[in-house]
């Protein structure tokens, strides 16, 4: 008798309940003058917004320091649960869902010694989360931006908008796929 293989299982998207918190956008000081704001869609294969997907990002400070800081997730004495940031420290980590548009926004400041913010996107039907890279400027010499042929590397490229604004929107699959990494 041959049996076929139990199907593979999706994530999700439960994790839309308890992984986003208060402010987990706001990654910058508040009032900062230097903030800048990533934002973009996430869509799916077939070009359609995904609205439940999570993308969190990752990044040094502005002196290039990976150390990060306490100041994200700190909990509500009282209740326990997430009370967000406390509006001071940078932490260099954001975590936001989309909303019913497909939309995502981080407030942050620009990363030192590079010039990317690392993503990490979590979306129903992946079995995987997926890590890409959110540059901020085109950058000759960089070592993954120069391995990847000219019709892929401009996926890796956030659009410059006014007011310290950039747009970076991930294709999970199709035409204008993002570049995702392998870890």
């Given at each position: 008798?041959?049996?076929?293989?139990?199907?593979?299982?999706?994530?999700?998207?439960?994790?839309g309940?308890?992984?986003p918190?208060?402010?987990?956008?706001?990654?910058?000081?508040?009032?900062?003058?230097d903030t800048?704001?990533?934002?973009?869609y996430?869509y799916?294969?077939e070009?359609?917004?995904?609205?439940?997907?999570l993308?969190?990002?990752?990044?040094?400070d502005?002196?290039?320091?990976?150390?990060?800081?306490?100041?994200s997730?700190?909990?509500?004495?009282?209740?326990?649960?997430?009370?967000?940031r406390?509006?001071?420290?940078?932490?260099?980590?954001g975590?936001?869902?989309?909303?019913a548009d497909?939309?995502?926004?981080?407030r942050t400041?620009?990363p030192?010694?590079?010039s990317?913010?690392?993503?990490?996107?979590?979306?129903r039907?992946?079995?995987h989360h997926?890590?890409?890279?959110?540059?901020?400027?085109?950058?000759?010499?960089?070592?993954?931006?120069?391995?990847l042929?000219?019709?892929?590397?401009?996926?890796?490229?956030?659009?410059?908008?006014?007011?310290?604004?950039?747009?970076?929107d991930?294709?999970?699959?199709?035409?204008g796929?993002?570049?995702?990494l392998?870890?």
């Amino acid at each position: 008798m041959t049996t076929n293989p139990t199907p593979s299982q999706t994530v999700g998207p439960f994790y839309g309940y308890a992984l986003p918190f208060p402010g987990g956008g706001e990654v910058a000081p508040v009032g900062h003058p230097d903030t800048i704001t990533l934002h973009g869609y996430v869509y799916d294969g077939e070009g359609r917004p995904v609205p439940d997907a999570l993308v969190e990002s990752w990044q040094p400070d502005p002196g290039g320091s990976r150390a990060g800081r306490p100041g994200s997730l700190r909990g509500d004495p009282v209740t326990g649960r997430p009370a967000g940031r406390d509006g001071v420290a940078f932490t260099g980590f954001g975590r936001v869902a989309t909303d019913a548009d497909g939309h995502w926004a981080i407030r942050t400041l620009p990363p030192g010694a590079v010039s990317y913010i690392s993503l990490v996107v979590f979306a129903r039907g992946l079995l995987h989360h997926l890590h890409t890279r959110a540059y901020l400027t085109d950058t000759p010499g960089d070592p993954l931006l120069d391995s990847l042929p000219a019709a892929r590397r401009p996926t890796l490229i956030a659009h410059p908008e006014p007011h310290r604004g950039y747009r970076f929107d991930v294709r999970l699959q199709g035409d204008g796929e993002t570049v995702f990494l392998e870890f």
